[in-house]
């Protein structure tokens, strides 16, 4: 009888102990969960604002503003150029710090694609076969 009260006590105690480092390792998992998440919404990157840029041709550069509006990832981006007037930036998406969209340019569609850096931006217009080096720098927010 002693050994049977001996062993569904130290059965208990083990039970006992299970349950509590299983508690413990419960929490870790959902704090680091959690930390992870909010890395993830602290690295969003907020495109908005109004950004001077330019576009090397083999002719001449080309200037302007890109104005980027919108909220929560949903975002519509303007260009204005001193060559073409006012250009809309047909679906326009920013993906962590990469863009991309498409602009009607004479006719012909070219589609734009690169990257956010801070208050910079780099990238390329792609017209058919040819690609052209677009730069940029954030103006305002």
Known sequence: MKKIKSILTLALGLAIAVFIVGCAAGKSASSETAKVEKKAKEKAYDPRGVWNYSVQTPDTDSYGIM???????????????????????????????????????????????????????????????????????????
């Open 67 to 141: 104005r980027i509006t919108g909220d929560n990832g949903l975002y519509a981006a303007v260009m204005e150029t001193d060559q073409f007037g006012t250009l809309n930036v047909t679906g326009f998406t920013v993906v962590g710090n990469a863009f991309s969209g498409s602009i009607e340019v004479m006719g012909t569609t070219a589609n734009i694609e690169g990257s956010f850096d801070g208050d910079s931006m780099a990238g390329y217009v792609n017209m058919g076969a040819d690609s052209f080096p677009v730069q940029g720098t954030r103006k305002s927010k």
